[in-house]
């Protein structure tokens, strides 16, 4: 067992503490200052991808931050979290590439063979589509609580899924500005999950 073995391990403990235990925004910010960059870049390996990798950086400390009373110190903080960013972006590339299926993979037996072409399922099944729709209500309703500026530019980005261009196109806006007010209504974001986090 790693048990807080090292200075690091246990300086996060008391920041995952102060946070978990007593809402400390400073502790949530600071946690996010430690590992923002190491999180960015292991997902940008995982993805190839700047965008999804920032998208999966934010949705990794949004996961974590909300299950932080499911944190155990039987392993070092940072373990814990690259573990949550690991298994979400594994899930995010299954997702991106689940109809993909290598013509390898179909047999060409006849009919008669009664054989079943491994194609993936893209048919949710019923516990995933009540899951999916509390998500979407849930984070609808964390979105109606930004300001109508950073909401409109959510919405598009998430709900719509337009790209930066398309984003910046849209609202007239130079592209860093669009990057600059998503980051500042992802923090926002994440600021009011922590505050309603017994609702998660």
Same mark, same amino acid.
């Given at each position: 067992?790693?048990?807080?073995?090292? %200075?690091?391990?246990?300086?996060?403990?008391?920041?995952?503490?102060?946070?978990?235990?007593?809402?400390?925004?400073?502790?949530?910010? *600071?946690?996010?200052?430690? $590992?923002?960059?190491?999180?960015?870049?292991?997902?940008?390996?995982?993805?190839?991808?700047?965008? %999804?990798? *920032? &998208?999966?950086?934010?949705?990794?400390?949004? +996961?974590?931050?909300?299950?932080?009373?499911? $944190?155990?110190?039987?392993?070092?903080?940072?373990?814990?979290?690259?573990?949550?960013? @690991?298994?979400?972006?594994?899930?995010?590339?299954?997702?991106?590439?689940?109809?993909?299926?290598?013509? @390898?993979?179909?047999?060409?037996?006849?009919?008669? *063979?009664?054989?079943? $072409?491994?194609?993936?399922? &893209?048919?949710? !099944?019923?516990?995933?589509?009540?899951? !999916?729709?509390?998500?979407?209500?849930?984070?609808?309703?964390?979105?109606?609580?930004?300001?109508?500026? $950073?909401? +409109?530019?959510?919405?598009?980005?998430?709900? *719509?899924?337009?790209?930066?261009? %398309?984003?910046? %196109?849209?609202?007239?806006?130079?592209?860093?500005?669009?990057?600059?007010?998503?980051?500042?209504?992802?923090?926002?974001?994440? @600021?009011?999950?922590?505050?309603?986090?017994?609702?998660?």
């Amino acid at each position: 067992m790693e048990r807080l073995s090292t %200075e690091k391990a246990r300086r996060d403990y008391q920041l995952v503490c102060a946070a978990r235990d007593r809402g400390d925004q400073r502790a949530y910010a *600071d946690l996010m200052q430690l $590992y923002r960059t190491p999180l960015y870049m292991m997902l940008l390996k995982m993805t190839n991808s700047p965008t %999804e990798a *920032d &998208d999966l950086t934010i949705e990794t400390f949004g +996961k974590a931050f909300c299950s932080l009373h499911l $944190y155990s110190p039987t392993h070092a903080f940072s373990t814990w979290l690259f573990s949550i960013a @690991s298994n979400n972006c594994i899930d995010h590339i299954r997702r991106r590439h689940m109809h993909t299926v290598p013509l @390898s993979d179909i047999s060409s037996r006849s009919e008669d *063979d009664s054989y079943e $072409y491994p194609l993936p399922a &893209d048919v949710p !099944t019923p516990e995933e589509e009540v899951m !999916t729709a509390q998500r979407a209500r849930l984070l609808r309703e964390l979105v109606a609580q930004l300001k109508p500026r $950073y909401r +409109k530019i959510v919405e598009m980005r998430y709900f *719509d899924e337009l790209s930066y261009e %398309e984003i910046a %196109e849209k609202l007239s806006l130079p592209m860093g500005t669009v990057k600059v007010q998503l980051m500042r209504a992802r923090n926002l974001l994440a @600021s009011i999950m922590r505050e309603q986090e017994s609702q998660f």
